[in-house]
C-alpha cells in the first residue's frame, strides 16, 4: 500500500517534510500494521516511529486496552444509574493512544467529549473523568495543571479555541503545539472552518486532528462528505495526513510528523485518522436503528487491540504473563474509577452559579438569591 500525504504544493515546508508531498488527489490510508497485524515497510512514516522500542509497544497495548476498560466500566456505570450519561470511545483507542502518547507535556489539547483516553494519557484524575457526567460539576479538572482544556460539548468549538491558543504560543516564541480534537461531524460546523483559515492565515502550531468514526450521531459521514475529509484542509492551505486510525503506530507517526512540522515553523495540519464507532454516540443512543449490523462487523474484524496484539505475538513480543499484568492493570483501574465515582459527594445545590464567571456578575447574584429564596422553600416544608 503506498503511502499518501495530502499537501498543498505552495506553502513553505521544512526540509524534513518536502519528501511527504505525494500530491493531493489520493485517497489511500498511511498504514504501518495491517488488519491481520503485520508491520507494512516503505512508508514515508517510517522513520517517525523507528524509536519504538518492544517496551513502548507494550505500553501502548496496554493504554488501549486500559482505556478500552474505563470505557466499559463507565458504561455499567450510566447503565447503573450512577452517571447521566457516557460517550464511549469502543473503536478509536489507537486513535486516541497513538496521538495522546506522541505529546509532550507542555502541548496544549482541546477536545470534545469522547476523549477519555486523551484525559487519560493527560493524567486525568479517575474522580474527573465520570464528575461531569455525572453532574457534579459544570466541568471536570484544572486545565492549566494537566494542558488540557475540560471537555467541550459544543460541537467544534474546541478547535476556535486551539488556534487561540496557537496564536498565543507563536506570540510568545514557544515551541509547544496547540492540538484539537473533534468528529466527522465537526468538519462540517462553521466554527472548524473558520478556525482553520485563522490557522492558515497567521501559520499556526496547531494540529486538528479528526476521529472520522463515520458517524455523526445517526448521520454517515458519507453524507457530509463527497470526498475524503483530509482533502478539505489543502482548501484553507493547511496540508493534512489521512492515516489508518485503528493503527496505533501509524497514528503516532502522523502525529509526531505534524508536532515537528509545527515546532519548526512549518504551521497547522489537519489529521484524518480514520477510525469507527462501534458503539453508541452516547449512552442515550441506539445504533441499532440506523447501522447495519455488517458494517459493524466488517470494522470489529479491524480491531485495533486485536491488531497489535497479532502483531506483538507474531513478533514474539507477547512474553508470558504481559496478558494478565494488563488484565490486572486495567481490573485496577476500573475499580478505581467506579469507587471514585460512587464515593464523590454530592455539591450544595446552591453551588451551581459558582465559577459561571470569573468576576461577580449582578443579574446571576439576582438568580443565585432567587434560587436561594426557592431552595429555602423546601426547608421550610420538612
Not at 53 to 63: A, I, K, N, R, V
Not at 123 to 141: A, K, P
Not at 142 to 154: E, H, S, Y
Request: glycine share 8%; aromatic share 8%.
Amino acid at each position: 500500500m503506498r503511502c499518501v500525504l495530502l499537501i498543498t504544493h505552495d506553502l513553505p515546508l521544512s526540509s524534513d517534510h518536502q519528501e511527504l508531498d505525494d500530491g493531493p488527489e489520493s485517497d489511500e490510508l498511511i498504514q504501518l500494521i495491517t488488519q491481520d497485524g503485520e508491520r507494512t515497510q516503505g512508508s514515508v512514516l517510517q522513520r517517525w516511529i523507528q524509536d519504538v522500542t518492544d517496551e513502548q509497544l507494550g505500553s501502548l497495548y496496554e493504554d488501549m486496552v486500559v482505556i478500552r476498560r474505563i470505557d466499559t466500566e463507565a458504561t455499567y456505570l450510566q447503565r447503573q444509574g450512577e452517571l447521566a450519561l457516557w460517550p464511549p470511545l469502543l473503536g478509536q483507542e489507537a486513535a486516541q493512544i497513538g496521538s495522546a502518547r506522541s505529546l509532550r507535556k507542555d502541548d496544549f489539547v482541546f477536545s470534545s467529549y469522547r476523549e477519555s483516553g486523551v484525559a487519560y494519557c493527560r493524567g486525568v484524575d479517575f474522580e474527573d473523568l465520570t464528575r461531569v457526567w455525572r453532574g457534579n460539576s459544570h466541568s471536570s479538572w484544572d486545565p492549566f495543571v494537566l494542558n488540557m482544556a475540560t471537555p467541550q460539548v459544543i460541537i467544534g468549538a474546541q478547535t476556535l479555541h486551539a488556534t487561540g491558543y496557537a496564536m498565543g504560543i507563536k506570540n510568545d516564541g514557544a515551541d509547544s503545539v496547540a492540538v484539537t480534537y473533534f468528529g466527522d461531524g465537526a468538519t462540517s460546523q462553521g466554527d472548524v472552518n473558520e478556525a482553520m483559515v485563522f490557522a492558515s492565515s497567521f501559520q499556526l502550531p496547531v494540529i486538528f486532528f479528526c476521529q472520522n468514526n463515520h458517524w455523526a450521531i445517526s448521520e454517515p459521514v458519507s453524507l457530509q462528505a463527497s470526498v475524503p475529509l483530509s482533502r478539505r484542509a489543502p482548501g484553507f492551505g493547511i496540508p493534512s495526513l489521512r492515516v489508518d486510525g485503528n493503527d496505533v503506530l501509524a497514528v503516532m507517526a502522523a502525529t509526531r510528523s505534524a508536532l515537528d512540522r509545527a515546532r519548526s515553523g512549518g504551521g497547522p495540519t489537519f489529521i484524518e485518522a480514520v477510525t469507527y464507532r462501534m458503539g453508541p454516540h452516547t449512552t442515550a443512543d441506539d445504533p441499532h436503528r440506523y447501522r447495519n449490523v455488517d458494517e459493524l462487523a466488517g470494522w470489529a474484524a479491524k480491531d485495533p487491540i486485536a491488531r497489535l496484539e497479532k502483531y506483538l505475538k507474531s513478533s514474539g513480543r507477547f512474553i508470558d504473563g504481559f496478558q494478565r499484568l494488563v488484565a490486572d492493570k486495567s481490573d485496577a483501574v476500573a475499580h478505581a474509577m467506579r469507587e471514585a465515582c460512587k464515593n464523590m459527594l454530592d455539591p450544595e445545590p446552591i453551588t451551581v452559579f459558582d465559577n459561571v464567571f470569573s468576576e461577580p456578575h449582578a443579574a446571576l447574584t439576582r438568580q443565585k438569591e432567587a434560587y436561594a429564596h426557592y431552595l429555602s422553600t423546601f426547608a421550610a416544608a420538612e
